[in-house]
């Protein structure tokens, strides 16, 4: 079975202090790694794409890593902001399911004036 | 400006009846999808298109329909067959079939009174 863990469940953290959020997923045939921002009550918003290729993407204060060997994905957020504050999802398709992401069930973060 | 639109914002259905929400994208993308996301969990794939008048059922289909019949436009129906339809559904589009340049609509949150 496919599946995507994400931990920490809900990280609370005061501004400024750089956090690491992790992915964890289970099919090493990995073709495209996602990390998306959900704000409440709205839609997802890509943040960085780690093509299988890759091992790590940078945008801004964030830089995603991808290790498929050990079926692992980090969220590296510099110098946090309380607009950061949001949930955090991570995303996994295959080679042979390329239409289809699957969706770990989030890190809601929250960032502390 | 490009993106996905999603409505209505919130919808309300009474036991025993269909109710069809929208989604329609200016993208230009061949690909449409539709997730469910219940509290507290990732998302969940009911449908997805990958050109017009195609669509393939996903994890979840039960209870639900679609249809493609222009690029733009993949209209989800939740059927009163579907017995807990109490969720958040959002639609996304990508560029091509391996989930590049993902986009989501706003979403629609479905209560049943």
């Known amino acids: 079975k496919q599946e995507v863990t994400q931990i920490p469940a809900a990280l609370s953290v005061p501004e400024g202090e750089n956090l690491v959020l992790n992915c964890s997923f289970t099919?090493?045939?990995?073709?495209?790694l996602q990390w998306f921002r959900q704000d409440p009550g709205k839609g997802l918003t890509s943040l960085l794409l780690i093509q299988s290729s890759q091992r790590e993407q940078t945008s801004g204060r964030l830089n995603a890593s991808l290790d498929k060997s050990s079926g692992r994905s980090t969220l590296y957020i510099a110098a946090s902001q309380p607009g950061d504050s949001a949930t955090y999802l991570c995303a996994f398709n295959t080679q042979r399911s390329s239409y289809k992401l699957i969706f770990g069930s989030g890190t809601r973060l929250l960032v502390r004036p | 400006d490009g993106g996905i639109t999603q409505s209505p914002k919130y919808l309300f259905r009474k036991e025993g009846q269909n109710v069809t929400l929208s989604c329609e994208q200016n993208l230009n993308h061949d690909a449409m999808y539709w997730y469910r996301q219940d509290p507290g969990q990732g998302l969940r794939l009911i449908y997805y298109?990958?050109?017009?008048?195609?669509?393939q059922k996903g994890d979840i289909a039960e209870g639900y329909s679609v249809s493609r019949e222009k690029k733009e436009s993949f209209p989800l129906t939740v059927t009163s067959a579907q017995k807990n339809p109490t969720a958040f559904y959002l639609c996304a589009s990508s560029m091509g079939p391996r989930a590049d340049g993902y986009t989501f609509g706003s979403g629609t949150r479905l209560t049943v009174v």
């Open positions: 298109s990958q050109i017009v008048n195609d669509f």
């Open positions: 099919d090493s045939a990995i073709y495209n």
